[in-house]
């Protein structure tokens, strides 16, 4: 599996991730990391831990289908397989949703399909759920199709929301479980202890 992993922000998650597979030795290569944000701290992350970036971002092309066309061009450039999400800022163009089809993962605050969509990001989603009076919030590991928060579901796990909580710590709990939910994940899919009937994945002993 040689991993592109898309970012827009800081990339704690993103570092979360190559560094578990290189403890772990997993049968993955983080091959590449795709920005769509020339400023972002992700870039100095990755420079650190000797992985190769590349900026491309939306703004930078006249339309969707050219925008995605150059992705599949810096992907194909890379020999990469696999697309993790790690903070991307972009709805990833049709065209690289149907050539990775079940090979892009995108880890969302919430247990979907509830508090996913459209404008669902980030602490939109614990004002959302707590706006709702919901008991129960978390993280949710899904393939990435061509709708927002939508594919399949790979792993999710529960947060507690207590009757005192804010956005802000709310967030920082589902951040605590976020990392190594999604590490999980990797190990998962990295092993192929998986799979993909339609909509629903089946994990494998």
Not at 4 to 18: C, D, N, P, R
Not at 92 to 97: E, G, K, L, N, S
Request: hydrophobic residues 40%; aromatic residues 8%.
């Amino acid at each position: 599996m040689r991993i592109a992993f898309f970012a827009s922000g800081s990339g704690s998650t993103f570092q979360q991730l190559v560094e578990s597979v290189r403890l772990e030795n997993l049968p993955a290569e983080p091959a590449l990391l795709l920005c769509s944000n020339r400023k972002a701290f992700v870039l100095d992350r990755a420079q650190q831990l000797g992985i190769v970036s590349e900026i491309v971002s939306r703004k930078d092309y006249l339309n969707t289908s050219e925008h995605g066309e150059a992705l599949l061009s810096v992907l194909q450039k890379h020999n990469c397989d696999f697309i993790f999400l790690c903070g991307y800022m972009e709805l990833v163009p049709p065209q690289v949703v149907a050539a990775f089809r079940h090979r892009i993962v995108n880890i969302h605050p919430a247990l979907l399909p509830a508090f996913g969509g459209k404008g669902m990001y980030g602490h939109h989603v614990h004002e959302a759920v707590l706006a709702y009076g919901s008991k129960i919030t978390g993280a949710t590991v899904h393939f990435v199709d061509e709708e927002y928060d939508h594919g399949p579901i790979i792993a999710q796990q529960a947060v507690m929301v207590n009757p005192d909580d804010t956005p802000e710590t709310l967030a920082a709990r589902v951040q605590n479980i976020e990392k190594s939910l999604y590490v999980g994940a990797l190990r998962i899919l990295a092993k192929g202890r998986y799979t993909v009937e339609g909509r629903k994945v089946t994990l494998l002993p």
